[in-house]
T-cell receptor, first 114, second 116 residues
């Protein structure tokens, strides 16, 4: 079956530090890959996505590249801010019965300290 | 971007009562809606998938009679937790996808249910 594995948190960084959150996946075929962000007490927001190999998703300074050879979709940001503190979920979607079924990783909590 | 509204954001109820949670797509037609449950510090667990006008498809282990899902229109789905008990306390999140972007789910802000 499909699965998503992401690095365990929490990750604590100082402001302006470089961020990497690793994510690898297992799936048949060519899934679409996503990063979602969840701020405290809120639902999930789509951060970025990539739909095919070598695509790079980017948004708000975050980037992730769809690497089929390593089945990875690592999230990076060059300089984090306190406002980036949240839980980040890596996810993939595959067509199942006519709709896209999403499989989430367990989430990585990021805490950025001033 | 597509907006999904979920209401209420927080509900407290007595054990044995039923609670209804609404999920609305505000600016697109949601052909498919999804209901998730999230336990503290854990990922989202898909409970069920519903297509407009048809019965919901429940994931294994989810009680159909406990969690009633209705998707009567292209903009509204409801989840009713019947005879709620303290173990049903959780964060419930809905998402929706439409014909324009079938591989993307847009999420509501979630509903925190506390059963006393």
């Amino acid at each position: 079956g499909n699965s998503v594995t992401q690095m365990e948190g929490p990750v604590t960084l100082s402001e302006e530090a470089f961020l990497t959150i690793n994510c690898t996946y297992t799936a048949t075929g060519y899934p679409s890959l996503f990063w979602y962000v969840q701020y405290p007490g809120e639902g999930l927001q789509l951060l970025l996505k990539a739909t095919k190999a070598d695509d790079k998703g980017s948004n708000k300074g975050f980037e992730a590249t769809y690497r089929k050879e390593t089945t990875s979709f690592h999230l990076e940001k060059g300089s984090v801010q306190v406002s980036d503190s949240a839980v980040y979920f890596c996810a993939l979607s595959r067509n199942s019965g006519g709709y896209q079924k999403v499989t989430f990783g367990t989430g990585t909590k990021l805490q950025v300290i001033p | 971007g597509a907006v999904v509204s979920q209401h209420p954001s927080w509900v407290i109820c007595k054990s044995g009562t039923s609670v209804k949670i609404e999920c609305r797509s505000l600016d697109f037609q949601a052909t498919t809606m999804f209901w998730y449950r999230q336990f503290p510090k854990q990922s989202l667990m898909l409970m069920a998938t519903s297509n407009e006008g048809s019965k919901a498809t429940y994931e294994q282990g989810v009680e159909k009679d406990k969690f009633l899902i209705n998707h009567a229109s292209l903009t509204l789905s409801t989840l009713t937790v019947t005879s709620a008990h303290p173990e049903d306390s959780s964060f419930y999140i809905c998402s929706a996808s439409g014909d324009g972007a079938k591989n993307i789910q847009y999420f509501g802000a979630g509903t925190r249910l506390s059963v006393l």
